[in-house]
């Protein structure tokens, strides 16, 4: 579980430092079914990194009212953690997510 804590921790502040959540799950999700609760394991099953800031506030790591960085800062959605394509440099428009499309 600790293993996996961490990630979360990481992917939440510093989402360039560990792989994008579908790698990092590919690895770690028989991990994830054994160390966490059903009800857990479906949360960060469907909900991805938001899941896991959810796991993380109800442990109090995180304040309920966090708000995660701007796909514009980190290259990375907060609500699912895969890599967002920008827009280009010079160019006005929401980052694009692979699996939630547009980002505000």
Not at 26 to 46: I, Q, T, Y
Not at 59 to 81: I, K, M, N, R, Y
């Amino acid at each position: 579980m600790n293993e996996c804590l961490e990630y979360f921790r990481k992917a939440i502040a510093d989402p360039a430092s560990v792989p994008p959540w579908s790698q990092w799950w590919a690895e770690h999700g028989e991990l994830v079914e054994r160390s966490f609760p059903l009800v857990d394991f479906v949360r960060l099953k469907h909900r991805r990194l938001r899941g896991a800031r959810q796991i993380l506030q109800l442990a109090g790591e995180l304040p309920v009212d966090f708000l995660p960085p701007s796909p514009h800062q980190t290259g990375s959605c907060a609500d699912c953690g895969e890599r967002v394509r920008l827009p280009a440099t010079g160019t006005i428009g929401p980052a694009i997510c692979p699996t939630c499309g547009p980002l505000g």
